[in-house]
Nanobody
Framework: QVQFVESGGELVQPGGSLNLSCLAS????????IGWFRQAPGKEREEVSC????????YYTDSVKGRFTISRDTSKDTVYLQIRRAKPDDTAVYYC???????????????????WGQGTQVTVSS
């Protein structure tokens, strides 16, 4: 199974913005969802956001609500994660993966997600 490809991570100052991309080649949008996760050094992997198969529902973990926005462009097989008002605690490697649902419960089931990519590094520092 071909893994997803994350990109767009970079060094950004606190309060800044950046946009991450998840290339999901050949993804079946009608039967699956895509979610974003992150992992900081020495920390457990943390669920961040997901978007439903129809695109009408998005989930965000409490720490990113109001700052992060998930979106998609099915014509490009790509899901995006816009980060605004970045904080140092956002520093992590960001990954995308797929599952069958987009809820808090699905996001907590890390082992149920597949097609994990290599991740893209986001560093928030002055």
């Amino acid at each position: 199974q071909v893994q997803f490809v994350e990109s767009g991570g970079e060094l950004v100052q606190p309060g800044g913005s950046l946009n991450l991309s998840c290339l999901a080649s050949g993804f079946r949008w009608t039967t699956g969802v895509i979610g974003w996760f992150r992992q900081a050094p020495g920390k457990e992997r943390e669920e961040v956001s997901c978007i439903s198969s129809a695109g009408g529902y998005q989930y965000y973990t409490d720490s990113v609500k109001g700052r992060f926005t998930i979106s998609r462009d099915t014509s490009k097989d790509t899901v995006y994660l816009q980060i605004r008002r970045a904080k140092p605690d956002d520093t992590a490697v960001y990954y995308c993966a797929t599952h069958r649902g987009c809820t808090k419960q699905y996001m907590a089931d890390h082992t149920g997600w597949s097609r994990w990519g290599q991740g893209t590094q986001v560093t928030v520092s002055s």
